[in-house]
C-alpha cells in the first residue's frame, strides 16, 4: 500500500514548508508516501462556494484510480486517539492494495461527488486550522502512527 | 485580562520558533500575551515519571498569582469548536481580572496538585502531538479566536 496526502493549494510560508517535509522525509522510512497538491482554482472571485467546492471536487476525484481508497480529513469524521490511528494505519497497510488517500479540502469543505467517493472520514480535531497548519499536523501523525507501530519510542502514552 | 501560555521546556526548532513567533506577536495586536518557558528539569533520567511531574508542577504553581485563572491543555479537557473557544474567551476576557493562564505540561502529563489549582481543562484534539506542534496549534488557535471575536476575515465556518 502506498500512503497519499492529497492537498488543495500549495503551501508558500518556507517555515511551514520546511516543517512538513521533513515529517515527509521521516515518514519515507516507514511507507510508501506521496504529498499530492492540486493547483489552486483561478479566478476563484468569480465563483460561488458551492461552484468553488464543486470544481476542487472534480480535481479531487480525477486523481483517484481503480482500487484507491478515499479518506477525507473532514470535522465531521471520526475522532482517534493517535495509539488508535496506528491501529487503523496498520489494518489498512494490510488490508489495501492500491493507494490510501487522504484528502484535506479547501476552505469551504467538500462537494457532494466527494462525499459520495469517500470510505471514511477522519477529525483531527473540533478545531478548526489554517491549510498550512493542518498539513503539517497530519503528515506529524502519520508519522507518529509509524513508529508507535513499529514500537518505537517517539510516542509517550 | 492579560492571557499567557506557560510551557515547559525551550522550543528549540529554528522553524517551529519562527511560526510560533509570528503568531504571538500578531495576537499582541488583540490581547496582552506572554509565552512563559519554565526550563527543562535537569538530569531527569534518574527520576521517576511521578517524581517529574511532582517537580514540574511545583515549577507550574511557583508562577501562579493570587486572581490567576489556570487553564490546563488536557487530552481530558472539553474540547470545542473554533467558534465555540472564541466565545469562551469573549467570556474570560469580560470576567476575568488578572491573568488568563493555559498551560502545556511536560510529556507525562499534570501533577494532582497542578490539577486541583486549574479551573479548567481545554483539549484541541484526541490526539497526542510534539510539544513543539502543540504550542504552534495553540498560538494560531488563540489568534483565530480573537480575529472571530473582532469580526475579522480569517476564521470560514
Not at 515518514?27 to 479566478?43: M, T
Not at 502519520?142 to 509517550?156: C, D, S, V, W
Amino acid at each position: 500500500m502506498k500512503a497519499v496526502l492529497l492537498v488543495v493549494g500549495k503551501t508558500v510560508n518556507k517555515q511551514f514548508v520546511d516543517l512538513i517535509d521533513d515529517y515527509v522525509g521521516r515518514l519515507k522510512h516507514y511507507i510508501g508516501f506521496e504529498l499530492q497538491v492540486i493547483p489552486d482554482l483561478k479566478n476563484t472571485k468569480s465563483l460561488s462556494e458551492e461552484q468553488q467546492k464543486t470544481m476542487e471536487g472534480e480535481q479531487i476525484l480525477k486523481t483517484i484510480m481503480p482500487g484507491d481508497v478515499l479518506v477525507l480529513l473532514d470535522e465531521h469524521g471520526k475522532e482517534f486517539r493517535s495509539i488508535e490511528f496506528s491501529k487503523w494505519m496498520d489494518n489498512k497497510m494490510q488490508t489495501v492494495n492500491k493507494r490510501l488517500i487522504f484528502v484535506i479540502g479547501g476552505p469551504y469543505g467538500f462537494s457532494d461527488a466527494v462525499y459520495d467517493a469517500a470510505r471514511e472520514k477522519l477529525s483531527i480535531s473540533k478545531m478548526t486550522f489554517s491549510h498550512q497548519m493542518i498539513r503539517l499536523i497530519f503528515v506529524e501523525q502519520l508519522y507518529r502512527a509509524m513508529t508507535i507501530i513499529k514500537g518505537e519510542p517517539y510516542h509517550h502514552e
